[in-house]
């Protein structure tokens, strides 16, 4: 149950790291309205407060983060930019996961 949680926590993490970026993005590239930085900036705050609510070392949550950051990004290229992933983004992204598992879920003795 613990590796549900964890996995949600960071697609959820994932999910506001990326709203936090592309707003601000929409308005230095498309010429959006410069409000977008406030949400923006409280999306940034909602992944940084989502990142400490894991009860392991913030160095290895950061690390593991990144490949749960990655596959939501390939996502991202999907949903939003309308993109499809080619199996290379496919792959990269699962080693990216594995890589996370590895980790998050290793036997530890400490």
């Known amino acids: 149950m613990l590796e549900f949680k964890t996995i949600g926590l960071f697609l959820i ?9 592309y707003l601000p993005y929409l308005w ?19 992944f940084s407060w989502l990142l400490s609510l894991h009860p392991t070392a913030a160095g290895r949550v950061y690390a593991a983060y990144g490949g749960v950051y990655v596959f939501v990004a390939i996502l991202w290229l999907w949903a939003v930019d309308g993109i499809r992933p080619t199996l290379w983004d496919w792959v990269g992204s699962g080693v990216a996961l594995l890589g996370m598992a590895i980790i998050m879920f290793a036997p530890r003795s400490a």
């Open 13 to 21: 993490t994932a999910v506001a790291e990326i709203v936090g970026c």
């Open 28 to 46: 230095l590239t498309q010429g959006r309205s410069v409000w977008l930085l406030l949400p923006a900036g409280l999306s940034l705050a909602l």
